[in-house]
């Protein structure tokens, strides 16, 4: 499978990073089309003090624990229209935007391509592919709800990064991966499955 990842700069790198994680550790992804905004490279460094500066493919190889000459990743500029994902006629499984800031959101919904993050996000949707939208802002103004619910009727997943706590998390990492696993699961991508519900008998105490 390829997919497109775009990393924007809203606050949750750590989705990102686990996101990316996870993909490569499924086997079922073969190329990762990987997009970062310039903002997400300032979040980064401010919330897990990566230094992203001068992206590139080995460097994302470093920060995932990738071996270095893995060609898993494949690092696109985000100035650059002519990469493969801003193309419908490259096929591929969809793209995840994670996190996905509502400067990004705003964009797509408006169809105004200025970059390859909104570019590739505007192919998924004209050509029916999944794009997974993680938003993160609090509280959200009503223009925020608006795209968000423009996205979702043409074709979006608005999957927030908002995790729950039905599995116990005892760790952010265990709230960080079940939000991620929710993120694979929009693409039947295999992961460990250790927060899904199965289901429980709840007896209320009166
Ligand atoms: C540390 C930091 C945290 C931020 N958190 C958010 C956030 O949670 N949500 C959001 O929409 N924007 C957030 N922003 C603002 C965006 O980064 C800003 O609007 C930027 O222009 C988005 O551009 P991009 O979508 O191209 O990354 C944050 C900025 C910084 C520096």
């Not at 994902?85 to 408006?110: D, Y």
């Not at 223009?143 to 599995?167: C, D, Q, T, V, W």
Request: charged share 20%; net charge neutral.
């Amino acid at each position: 499978m390829e997919i497109t990842v775009g990393i924007t700069g809203a606050s949750g790198t750590i989705y990102a990073h686990r996101t990316l994680q996870l993909l490569a550790a499924s086997g079922a992804v073969e190329t990762i089309n990987l997009i970062v905004s310039d903002t997400a490279i300032t979040v980064a460094q401010v919330e897990v003090s990566a230094n992203l500066r001068e992206p590139s493919a080995e460097k994302f190889n470093n920060w995932l624990g990738l071996e270095a000459d893995s060609n898993l990743i494949r690092f696109w500029r985000l100035d650059n229209m002519a990469a493969k994902p801003s193309s419908g006629s490259n096929k591929q499984a969809g793209m995840i935007i994670v996190p996905c800031s509502m400067g990004t959101l705003g964009a797509i919904a408006s169809g105004a391509c200025s970059n390859l993050i909104h570019r590739a996000a505007d192919v998924c949707l004209k050509e029916g592919r999944r794009l997974v939208l993680v938003p993160r802002e609090t509280p959200y103004n009503a223009i925020h709800l608006e795209n968000m619910l423009k996205l979702s009727r043409a074709g979006a997943r608005i999957l927030p990064a908002s995790p729950g706590f039905y599995h116990r998390p005892k760790s952010i990492d265990d709230l960080v991966e079940h939000l991620c696993f929710r993120i694979l699961d929009q693409f039947d991508i295999p992961h460990s499955k250790k927060s899904q519900w199965t289901g429980e008998e709840v007896k209320n105490e009166k």
